[in-house]
């Protein structure tokens, strides 16, 4: 009988460790001050090493549940009760601007080109075809299966719209909820996102970004009814929001006719062991609009972006703007859909993923 290979059984051992703190964290179980066991103690509670325990509290740094405290250990800062806390004596200072540095990230082109030829091959002269409005099937079938393992998205491909760029779903979405809504959006935050709501028409509110996220207070004073959040990293400010603000969001969301529109532009690169959970899969989708794109992880030329849609939606959006015709081109779409089956797409993401974990 075949044993599954230890780097197999260390990753699920650490993951399971992980989870398992998370939830007593959410739960209660561990207080807003507490501190965890020690690694040598929590790895002979589990029957694991001490190395696998330390992948796991690592984690919960990155996500923001618990902080390392240099000779003293873990302490875990996530608390319920931060959500528009009347205290906001804790939020660090307001963010400015800066010049982020990029890091190149190209996707192979012989790949690229192996898998052009693949789809001029099997599809021919179909490629030549109008899509359907929401983008090919197949594109949005294998991002379906992408978003729910590598994100914790459970979508289905109806949810899923094909667009030309971030900047074109946030015109499919203005027309979705309404011109006469207000929407806030992050300050600092890029450029084009205001823009693009100015050019709509819209009225735009901008909430300061403190170390974890947005202010609390802006947030809970703001009279917008949706809000446009970048919470992996927003640019130019290089701010992640800590699962505590992504958590405040939601709970901001949940208070009324409210909806949250989330850009994960860029999250495939995270240099974490884990990538960061998505408000989208927090809240399971609800009123919460999911948007990236390909131009990071596979070339900007491509101008390929998608959004997952609340399932609320789905029929709003075949009633309202099924006249849209999809502006990618089938042989874009069917590309990007091989280089996702075949297992490119993700290869590529955990390279680039492996070399900015070397440089930290």
């Excluded at 990155?62 to 959500?83: K, L, M, N, P, W």
């Excluded at 991002?143 to 109806?158: D, E, N, V």
């Excluded at 959970?277 to 992880?297: A, C, H, M, P, R």
Aim: hydrophobic letters at 35%; glycine letters at 6%.
């Amino acid at each position: 009988m075949s044993r599954p290979n230890t780097k197999t059984r260390e990753k699920s051992a650490y993951l399971r460790i992980y989870e398992r703190i998370r939830n007593d964290i959410t739960n209660g179980a561990y207080l807003y001050g507490t501190k965890l066991p020690s690694k040598r103690l929590m790895a002979e509670e589990t029957g694991v090493s001490v190395i696998t325990v330390e992948h796991a509290y690592t984690l919960l740094c990155d996500e923001g549940y618990i902080e390392a405290i240099e000779r003293s250990g873990y302490f875990v800062i996530y608390r319920q009760s931060d959500f528009f806390a009347l205290d906001y004596t804790d939020e660090k200072k307001i963010i400015e601007p800066h010049s982020a540095g990029e890091f190149k990230s190209e996707f192979p082109f012989s790949v690229m080109a192996k898998a052009m030829r693949k789809v001029l091959n099997d599809y021919g002269e179909s490629i030549l075809e109008k899509e359907s409005n929401k983008g090919c099937p197949e594109l949005r079938r294998e991002i379906s299966k992408y978003l729910a393992r590598s994100r914790g998205i459970m979508a289905t491909p109806s949810q899923i719209v094909i667009g030309s760029g971030a900047e074109y779903l946030y015109g499919m979405i203005v027309t979705l909820l309404g011109r006469s809504r207000v929407y806030a959006i992050e300050k600092p935050s890029y450029r084009k996102i205001e823009m693009v709501y100015s050019i709509n028409g819209v009225e735009l509110d901008n909430l300061p970004l403190v170390g974890g996220g947005i202010d609390s207070r802006s947030l809970s004073e703001t009279k917008a009814s949706v809000l446009h959040i970048t919470p992996y990293r927003s640019y130019p400010s290089g701010v992640t929001a800590t699962v505590s603000k992504r958590k405040e969001y939601l709970y901001w969301c949940s208070l009324g006719d409210r909806y949250i529109i989330e850009d994960d532009f860029e999250s495939e690169f995270t240099p974490a062991k884990k990538p960061e959970e998505t408000v989208y899969s927090l809240g399971n989708g609800k009123n919460v609009f999911y948007l990236n794109t390909f131009s990071k992880t596979v070339s900007p030329a491509l101008r390929v972006g998608y959004m997952v849609l609340p399932n609320d939606f789905i029929e709003l959006f075949d009633k309202k703007i099924s006249f849209y015709t999809c502006p990618v081109s089938a042989f874009e779409q069917l590309v990007l859909a091989e280089l996702i089956s075949n297992g490119s797409f993700e290869r590529h993401i955990n390279r680039v993923r492996r070399q900015k974990r070397k440089l930290q």
